[in-house]
């Protein structure tokens, strides 16, 4: 294995998870200095390591908020690993700037590729979640801003108010307003058509988003 991927840190709440991807990465020669829960991602010292590796579930409200925790372009470069693919949760984990997506049943020769990749600071997806995030990746054109589209992600994935001001650490008030203000910029007149927008734009042909600070 090239040299470049030498060490990481593996967090995952899962114990049954951990062990699984320790005994992968142990094959493709990646040396884990920690493992531990996600909660010890916010203290453990990772510098010197050449990646970050964590299992996170964007299903769950608890998922969302790791993932919009993470610092935006963290160092050293993340890998997430999904139990599932979302579009939303990789649209969220993309936008705090995490280079690594993959499924935990991703292969080891595809993982082994892609680390490569992302310690580098490249981009990598697993084919699977490629395939379903090149089919309806970012149409939008309405000058949305980088909290316009983890909104939307959020409200199109059936998160309550109460769930994205939890997510957000921001009162429910606020989350009403932001989500009014959202379906004016684009038209709609309230969640569900917003959702159903967002919907349609993801289901359009992919193209480049530009987002607003």
Not at 22 to 44: E, K, P
Not at 128 to 149: C, E, K, N, S
Request: hydrophobic share 45%; glycine share 6%.
């Amino acid at each position: 294995m090239p040299q470049h991927v030498r060490s990481g840190a593996l967090f995952a709440d899962d114990a049954r998870e951990r062990e699984r991807l320790t005994m992968m990465l142990n094959t493709i020669n990646v040396t884990l200095s920690f493992t531990g829960r996600l909660a010890d991602h916010a203290t453990h010292e990772c510098s010197g390591l050449d990646l970050r590796l964590m299992a996170i579930d964007a299903t769950t409200p608890a998922g969302l908020s790791a993932i919009l925790a993470l610092p935006i372009a963290p160092q050293p470069p993340i890998c997430l690993f999904y139990p599932a693919f979302t579009l939303n949760g990789v649209l969220l984990a993309c936008s705090v700037g995490v280079n690594g997506h993959a499924l935990s049943t991703t292969s080891a020769d595809d993982l082994d590729a892609g680390l490569q990749v992302i310690a580098q600071n490249g981009l990598f997806f697993c084919p699977t979640i490629w395939a379903g995030f090149a089919q309806g990746y970012l149409q939008p054109v309405h000058r949305l801003t980088l909290r316009d589209v983890q909104l939307l992600a959020l409200v199109a994935n059936g998160e309550t108010n109460r769930v994205i001001a939890q997510v957000f650490a921001v009162s429910t008030k606020l989350v009403e307003r932001q989500i009014q203000h959202l379906c004016t910029k684009v038209g709609v007149r309230n969640r569900t058509e917003l959702a159903a927008w967002w919907g349609r734009q993801l289901a359009e042909e992919p193209s480049e988003l530009t987002l607003e600070a």
